[in-house]
């Protein structure tokens, strides 16, 4: 009975796992274009799972974006020298993104490329005049 129930547990445990190995691809974004994105950080969202940037930017006729770019998950963007504290509000910043297909501003940190998507230390980011190198 006892090895019935461990063994009902560690099923349901790995049925329960299964969808969290699916997961999006970049097939929102296109990777055969990099914009600049330069503007003001209104948000740094530093969680599970992407570590998300909003920037407030003026477009060719001078009006604000609201640009939503999103970065891989805290654990990778810790390895390339990302913190919690990279971005503030207020920041002053200039970065290179992948941007979505749709034409809405929205994009995925990196340059477009064979690494598109996975280039987050190939992208150019300044914050407040100082490019960031980690």
């Known amino acids: 009975m006892k ?3 461990a063994f009902a547990l ?10 969290l190995f699916a997961h999006h691809g970049n097939a929102s974004y296109d990777s055969t274009k990099t914009v600049t994105v330069k503007g003001t ?3 740094y969202m530093w969680a599970n799972p992407h570590v998300f ?3 407030d930017a003026k477009d060719n006729r001078g009006n604000t974006l609201h640009w939503i770019i999103e970065a891989q998950n805290p654990l990778s963007q810790t ?3 990302w913190t919690k ?13 992948i941007p979505a297909k749709n034409g809405q501003p929205i994009g995925r940190f990196g340059v477009a490329g ?7 230390q190939e992208s150019r980011i300044v914050i407040n005049g100082k490019q960031f190198k980690p």
Do not use: C, R
């Open 53 to 55: 940037l909003k920037v």
């Open 10 to 19: 560690a099923a349901s445990g790995v049925i329960v796992s299964v969808p």
């Open 41 to 43: 950080v209104t948000d």
């Open 79 to 81: 390895e390339v020298g």
């Open 85 to 97: 504290n990279t971005f503030k509000p207020g920041d002053e910043v200039i970065v290179e993104i």
């Open 3 to 5: 090895f019935l129930l």
């Open 114 to 120: 064979p690494t598109a998507g996975l280039a987050t």
